[in-house]
């Protein structure tokens, strides 16, 4: 599958504001600064579609991009460390919780993870969120093409070690660079195959 016409629809700051549930959405999370806004942008093959920053927490809002007239990206608030009030931070935490656990036409929540970090805290807490509520998630890792390979297996290897400390089996992962359009193709395939259930 080939995006051809990304579009920008609208940002949300509560629940009731969003779109009607009309299409299949694909909600995209992380902790702050992974690098959400470009893995979008790289997918659509737009620069500039999702704002990109080199301050964490910039996307405050639920973000719907309508994507060829049939199905949804949502770019949600990044959760961890962004410098932003105690307060706001919870308000965020609960706009995206309220948003993944309700929104009837969510398909899956695309889990964004630095490929260059060890396990984070916030990310497998938040996992278990997911899997606690039976929402169907996928792991995407991104930036892999900074770290060094075998730096890169390990932290990988680390990852999947504890998921399953807690988990059965692992859900899908998947393996992306915004800058190389790396993984863009398996995660396209995922969202068409994905969106033949809608």
Not at 81 to 100: C, G, H, L, P
Not at 105 to 116: E, N, P, Y
Request: neutral net charge; aromatic residues 12%; glycine residues 6%.
């Amino acid at each position: 599958m080939e995006i051809k016409n990304p579009v920008f629809v609208k940002s949300s700051q509560k629940l009731s504001a969003l779109p009607p549930n009309q299409y299949p959405e694909y909600a995209f999370v992380g902790r702050s600064n992974v690098g959400k806004s470009s893995l979008i942008n790289s997918l659509c093959g737009r620069k500039q579609l999702a704002k990109t920053s080199g301050t964490p927490g910039k996307t405050q809002l639920i973000n719907h991009f309508l994507i060829d007239d049939s199905w949804y990206i949502v770019d949600l608030p990044g959760y961890g460390y962004a410098k932003v009030s105690k307060s706001e931070r919870r308000k965020f935490q609960s706009m995206i919780t309220d948003y993944v656990v309700d929104r009837e036409s969510l398909m899956c929540v695309f889990v964004l993870v630095d490929s260059r970090l060890k396990p984070q805290e916030v990310d497998l807490e938040f996992m278990e969120f997911l899997g606690v509520n039976e929402v169907p998630f996928v792991i995407v890792f991104t930036k892999t093409d900074k770290p060094r390979k075998t730096e890169l297996q390990t932290n990988i290897e680390n990852y999947k070690k504890a998921l399953l400390e807690s988990w059965e089996e692992l859900p899908p992962l998947f393996f992306t660079s915004a800058a190389k359009g790396t993984g863009n193709e398996e995660l396209l395939a995922y969202i068409e195959e994905t969106n033949k259930l809608y």
